[in-house]
């Protein structure tokens, strides 16, 4: 942890990826009362009979699409969703009423039963596990674009905590696959597209070099006095073989981190064993450093790779796939939800040092 307090921060920070979202970094503002998202309800049993995803209960769930392994006591299930947000028996049919729109509900919906032990954590699975979970969900996402074309996005996203979306206990993560690309994941493939016939070269990428190259100081002209200093690394949490975790200079959230691989790649299916292996690896140290710096925090992570389609084909060399980890430490205000501009009230560079200063256990 850093000994000496922080500066005051008031900045509005520009996301360089998205330039139209803004971040206000207000670090005065932690000082004031409020109320925080309290720590997730943490059920860290190993076997609950009554829970539907455990062990032996099986004929609770939907139908299974896949297990690992085949045979045997399994480690990772996908099923159906009991209660889709999407489903595959609509006709995708448009309906305009004025300028009302709206199209039919049309997609498919998975869970991803990531562990056969109830109350595990991510950060306590093993590096292989996880290995074969990321192998797990590539396979199925694979599988969904192979067998519609109609699917243009396939999201995998984890809810954890009641506050953060999660309605069951036993860990899990879903996917969803929508006829749509949505505007969020829209806007960073046409941002970064732009950036690329102007630049020649992928702005992650870009980004990631600057993370582990660019050191600069700029000072007041007037007094002299050093008004920011950026150091190598300084945004760095968690580095691999193949993949880096980074603290965005414009977080929305106080401990969000992304995971990127450091050689380019747009698309998540590319990926293979041992992109995967060290994909594991990273993402298992990186939640190790935020739970022992936000223990128990209720947290969304989610992929965004290149969608599919002959539209999203151009977008080979701009694009790069990645994984946002987004702990949930306070309540969105009224100020937030009116301007659409986040307020973090923790620097980058202090939450970054404070992750990279938590001690690991030796691999």
């Known amino acids: 942890m850093a000994d ?31 109320q925080q998202e309290a720590p997730a309800p943490r ?33 990772i299930r996908i099923v159906e969703n009991l209660f889709p947000v999407l489903g595959d028996d609509s006709s995708q049919s448009k309906l305009t009423f004025g300028l009302q729109q709206a199209m039919d509900g049309y ?23 996880l290995a074969q979970l990321f192998g797990a969900t590539q396979t199925r996402i694979g599988q969904l674009y192979d067998m519609d074309e109609r699917l243009k996005f396939v999201l995998m996203f984890k809810n954890f905590g009641p506050d953060a979306g999660a309605s069951m206990a036993h860990t899990h993560s879903q996917i969803i696959a929508l006829p749509v690309v949505p505007q ?15 630049h020649a070269q ?16 700029i000072y007041d002209r007037e ?9 190598v690394g300084q945004y760095v949490v968690e580095r691999g073989e193949r993949f880096i975790a980074i603290k965005p200079f ?5 401990w969000e981190v992304h995971i990127l691989p450091l050689q380019h790649q747009s698309d998540y299916q590319a990926a293979d064993a041992a992109d995967l292996a060290d994909l594991a690896r990273v993402m298992k140290r990186t939640m190790s450093r935020l739970d022992a710096v936000i223990g128990g925090a209720q947290y969304n992570y989610f992929l965004h790779s290149r969608p599919r389609g002959k539209s999203y084909d151009n977008c080979q060399a701009s694009y790069h796939w990645h994984l946002e980890i987004c702990p949930r430490t306070s309540i969105p205000s009224g100020f937030e939800l009116g301007s659409g501009l986040f307020v973090n009230t923790i620097s980058p560079e202090a939450a970054a040092e404070q992750l990279r200063a938590v001690k690991l256990p030796p691999e």
Not at 202 to 217: G, H, P, Q, R, S
Not at 223 to 231: A, D, F, L, W
Request: charged letters at 25%; aromatic letters at 6%; hydrophobic letters at 30%.
């Open 43 to 75: 059920d860290t049993r190993h076997h609950v009979d009554r829970c539907p995803f455990c062990l032996g209960n099986e004929d609770q769930t939907p139908p299974e699409i896949m297990r690992l392994p085949a045979t045997g006591e399994w480690a």
């Open 223 to 231: 007094s002299g006095k050093i008004v920011r200093r950026i150091n």
């Open 4 to 34: 000496k307090p922080e500066q005051a921060v008031r900045e509005i920070r520009i996301n360089p990826i998205v330039p139209t979202e803004s971040v206000l970094i207000a670090t005065a503002r932690n000082m004031r009362p409020r």
């Open 202 to 217: 992928c702005i992650f990428c870009t980004l990631i070099d600057e993370a582990l190259t660019f050191e600069t100081t």
């Open 250 to 254: 414009a977080s929305r959230y106080e």
């Open 107 to 129: 997609g498919r919906h998975e869970v991803i039963i990531d562990h056969s032990q109830h109350g595990i954590a991510i950060h306590e699975m093993s590096a292989d596990h």
């Open 184 to 198: 969020n994941l829209q806007d960073e493939v046409n941002n970064s597209h732009q950036y690329y016939e102007k």
